[in-house]
T-cell receptor, first 109, second 113 residues
């Protein structure tokens, strides 16, 4: 059974700082997603990573995938308050999308 | 395009009552999904559908039933609600396969007393 683990579960960071969220999964998969959820809102797709070594960037967020290590990272550069949200990784497993537990990010001045 | 919509937005039930949650999408997507979100547990798949008239079980199907009579609608039913079903329910859809990006509805918050 595929397990998806994220860490940290909670991250409080100062504006302007850099940090990385990690997503580990237990069995092979050929596709990994990152989603963002604002408090009380729905989920919004950020990135889809399709192959080993894939890297996607948008604004201050950059996601990468290492399929051999079964690891994806979401790197935050020079954080701003607008990035405060919960971030989920999700891994495709045959006919299902399995979500991690989420990382709640708070950016303070 | 409204995307994925859900009704109701919020509901309070007593234990043993029944209800149906409605999901509608206007993107002509083949696949539709129902998830529940509980604190600290991410999203878990309840049931899904790969096309009109089809349904399949997800990770946590017990206590729920679904129907997909029309391509654009996916209904989630609770026949006899239990407090353990207190959760936020999200519907999602994807175009042709589970591997494709899923688009989520705004969610339904359900409280079972």
């Amino acid at each position: 059974e595929l397990k998806v683990e994220q860490n940290p579960l909670f991250l409080s960071m100062q504006e302007g700082k850099n940090y990385t969220i990690y997503c580990n999964y237990s069995t092979t998969s050929d596709r990994l997603y990152w989603y963002r959820q604002d408090p009380g809102k729905s989920l919004e797709s950020l990135f889809v990573l399709l192959s080993n070594g894939a890297v996607k960037q948008e604004g201050r967020l950059m996601a990468s995938l290492d399929t051999k290590a079964r690891l994806s990272t979401l790197h935050i550069t020079a954080a701003v308050h607008d990035l405060s949200a919960t971030y989920f990784c999700a891994v495709v497993n045959t006919d299902k999308l399995i979500f991690g537990t989420g990382t709640r990010l708070q950016v303070f001045p | 395009n409204a995307g994925v919509t859900q009704t109701p937005k919020f509901r309070v039930l007593k234990t043993g009552q029944s209800m149906t949650l409605l999901c509608a999408q206007d993107m002509n997507h083949e696949y539709m999904y129902w998830y529940r979100q509980d604190p600290g547990m991410g999203l878990r798949l309840i049931h899904y559908s790969v096309g009109e008239g089809t349904t399949a079980k997800g990770e946590v199907p017990d206590g729920y039933n679904v129907s997909r009579l029309k391509k654009q609608n996916f209904l989630l039913g609770l026949e006899s609600a239990a407090p353990s079903q207190t959760s936020v329910y999200f519907c999602a859809s994807s175009e042709l396969a589970v591997q494709e990006t899923q688009y989520f509805g705004p969610g339904t918050r359900l409280l079972v007393l």
